[in-house]
């Protein structure tokens, strides 16, 4: 099981649209991780923002875990230092289905749908993952 944000990347007729999908993985039968935004339990939110090319842009995941029950997502988009959208959602195993919190993590996926609904090219730059908060138990 596992959190994902899907980010519309779009400067067309989909500008109006919320950019951002939080989501928990709760098809657990699915074998593909990646396959299908259909295997998540998900809502959408944050302010519409239309991308221009060639403009660099920052997103950030934040996955906090607050308690054992309770696990707060926040996704955000700048540009430079301007924060152009951001939307936070808490799971408490109520909001994104009822399966349990996902209290551990070990990898990080990006996947591009393909590049007829979305950038021709995306050029990643910087990978950052920070982890904070008490060390982890052996």
Known sequence: ?????QVLVTGGE???TKPF?????????????????GDYTKISGGTPVPLALDKEYR??????????KQIDLTVSLYQGDEQLSTFSLSDDGSALGAAPIVGKFDQLFIRIADNASTADQIDFTNFKIERTGATPKP
């Open 59 to 68: 997103l950030t995941f934040e996955i906090a875990k607050v308690s054992e």
């Open 21 to 37: 999908d939080l989501g928990k993985r709760t098809n657990l039968a699915s074998t593909s991780l990646l396959g299908t935004s």
């Open 1 to 5: 099981m596992n959190y994902a944000v």
């Open 14 to 16: 989909y500008s109006g």
